[in-house]
């Protein structure tokens, strides 16, 4: 499905949580200051979540589905079974819009999901890649009616030659594909390759991002540097701040502010989205988007 | 010269230790197996390696996060050995990343049997009671594994425990599909209890942490009291793309073990029990059989033969 980035909703700051651990959701969006939209992750069949996927709805707050079963990059194409079953769970639960890292979650003929390689394979930068990030992309925005987002995975590692929102861009540009952009991930990228997202910014569509994720992380002493490791349930690092901080106002169309925070106490929750609130009201260049951060202040 | 080859090539460095060793020494030109192009060698040049290590690791961490759940008597087990926990973290392999993740348990558990097997122990008792244990928990996989295989190729029709009849103990009875009994030398419930200090994903984060030491290994398998251990594989969720498989188990007195053969859908209960009669089994006895034979029906471990 193309992408119409101006008919998607604003959701204002949300969190991204375990539908089946503490904090629970519904719990957390009733306080004050609480999530204005709940991200989760979850199986392809949404029987698994539907019970609580409604008593989060049932609030009034709309849900993400942000699953790690796809593979918008690689050899590998996405089963018509699976990609059947991820339409039938965005129908069931109304996400608005279909947002995944670009990654290998299988490397071979069976589609699974990225746990079973640990965790998210990140793509190789060159061109051959590229042709088919952009075939994965398409199939899987031909079985699914609401935008898709792509977002770049963490990276410890990096192989190829090209930038990271060199290979974004242009996979954007040719699927008319929505991005998201995770703060941690391209505080990953920066150590892995040595580059500066800042300098990259012209490589990017940057009025397709649509949403941004922040998150806890920590970083592992190297031989060469720091390795950034993301990890929900730790703080956010300050170089995770200093990224939100600096990117933010280069997004003008940013519908949703995610804070990732899987298996962190809810006063912890409610605290760290007063912030990323903060930092929305006083950086963001979309003005709805800042509207719905101060009328929850 | 494919892109296919550099996806092989990378999966291969993540999961390889032994060429991961070499790409540290010799760098791109321990690539020289994979049909690269020298530009598609020349992307691998940006690898931090270093970070390539890190990354590793914790694949391999969060691979046996999932892995000791289904396998964590014999995970806590491999604990007590010297070098027992690099034993495992080197099972995550090549191999094991191209087996399916529903065969992933069986695969670990066969390699740990086979290294228990190669081990000098302090005493073949010890040996051949941690082998049990392995054994076990290797059937299970396979119980497990075999029924998401059926649910995936369809070939599975998923039956309701139906009420027991008044009369079931005259009518004959099978074991039902996905079935496994093993002979464990004590109750693996109450084994599992004490050697497992986390459950879940946290059994290995703990375990590796705070292995076991062989004193203590063999003071909490103490003495045998040799049980049947049976489980049966069981459809969570009944999805052909994304099958649920969860696990049921009960245990019973050793002696049950030389009667399975006869659950075979030619017998009654009753039948077991004349025989046992005539050859001079004691009322107790008679009564736990017959106890065990309705618990294997209750569970649905069993069904009456149509």
Redesign the interface.
């Known amino acids: 499905m193309a992408t119409d980035i101006e008919q998607l909703p604003v959701l204002g700051m949300g969190a991204s949580l375990s539908l089946s651990a503490q904090p629970d959701p519904v719990a957390l969006v009733k306080e004050k200051g609480g999530p204005q939209f709940v991200e989760y992750a979850a199986r392809v069949n949404a029987t698994d979540v539907y019970d609580e996927v409604a008593r989060i709805r049932a609030t009034g707050t709309p849900v993400l589905f942000h699953p790690s079963y796809i593979n918008f990059c690689g050899s590998y194409s996405n089963s018509d079974a699976w990609l059947q079953a991820t339409q039938q769970h965005i129908d069931t639960v109304d996400s608005p819009w279909f947002a995944q890292d670009c990654a290998y979650c299988f490397l071979d003929e069976r589609h699974s999901y990225s746990t079973q390689l640990g965790y998210f394979i990140p793509p190789i930068l060159n061109d051959a890649s590229l042709k088919l990030a952009i075939r994965r992309v398409t199939e899987v925005q031909a079985r699914v009616n609401v935008p898709v987002a792509i977002e770049p995975p963490p990276m410890t590692f990096v192989v190829g030659h090209m930038t990271l929102f060199e290979f974004f861009g242009r996979l954007a540009a040719e699927t008319d594909c929505a991005l998201l952009l995770d703060m941690g991930h391209l505080v990953s990228y920066e150590m892995a390759s040595g580059y500066h997202i800042m300098d990259e910014l012209d490589k990017l569509p940057l009025e397709r991002v649509i949403e941004v994720h922040i998150a806890g992380g920590k970083l592992r002493q190297g031989d060469a540097g720091p390795v950034y490791v993301d990890a929900h349930e730790n703080t956010i690092l300050d170089e995770t701040w200093h990224m939100f901080e600096q990117l933010l106002p280069q997004l003008p169309r940013v519908k949703a502010v995610c804070f990732e925070c899987e298996g962190v106490a809810k006063a912890s929750v409610l605290k760290t989205l007063g912030k990323v609130r903060e930092q929305v009201i006083a950086l963001s260049s979309h003005p709805t988007l800042v509207e719905m951060a101060a009328g929850h202040t | 010269m494919s ?2 080859e ?2 092989r090539a ?2 291969d460095l ?1 999961f390889d230790a032994g060429l991961r060793e070499q790409f540290s020494a010799q760098g791109v030109a321990a690539l020289s197996a994979y049909q690269l192009s020298d530009e598609e060698q ?3 040049l ?10 590793a690791g ?6 046996l996060s ?1 892995l000791a759940a289904e396998m964590p008597v014999s995970i806590v087990i491999m604990s007590a050995f010297e070098k027992g926990i690099e034993a495992v973290k080197a099972m995550v392999n090549i191999e094991l ?2 087996t ?2 529903y065969e992933r348990g069986a695969l670990l558990g066969t390699e740990i049997r086979d290294w228990l097997a190669d081990r000098a122990m302090p005493d073949q008792k010890l040996q051949s009671m941690l082998l049990a244990y392995v054994g076990a928990e290797i059937a299970v996989n396979w119980s497990r594994s075999g029924l998401q295989k059926a649910i995936m190729k369809q070939e599975y029709i998923a039956q309701d425990i139906s009420e027991i009849p008044g009369d079931w103990k005259q009518k004959p009875i099978e074991l039902v599909q996905y079935v496994s009994a093993v002979i464990v030398p004590r109750s693996y419930d109450g084994i599992k209890k004490m050697l497992c200090r986390a459950a879940g994903d946290q059994l290995w984060s703990h375990t590796s942490k705070n292995p076991l030491a062989l004193e203590q290994l063999q003071t909490l398998l103490g003495d045998e009291d040799p049980r049947l251990l049976v489980s049966r594989a069981i459809a969570t ?1 009944q ?4 099958p ?1 498989v969860g696990i049921q188990t009960i245990e019973l007195s050793e002696g049950f073990a030389s009667l399975m053969q006869y659950i075979n859908g030619q017998y009654s209960t009753d039948f077991i029990l004349q025989q046992l009669n005539a050859a001079g089994a004691p009322d107790q006895m008679l009564q736990g059989v017959e106890a065990g034979f309705l618990e294997l029906l209750k569970t649905g471990m069993t069904r009456i033969t149509e």
Not at chain 2, 46 to 55: T, V
Not at chain 2, 239 to 242: H, R, S, Y
């Open positions: 892109f296919i550099q996806e990378m999966r993540l020349s992307d691998f940006s690898i931090r390696i270093d970070a390539l290590k890190i990354d914790m694949r391999v961490f969060m691979l999932q990343i191209k399916p993740t969720q999805a052909v793309i994304d649920g």
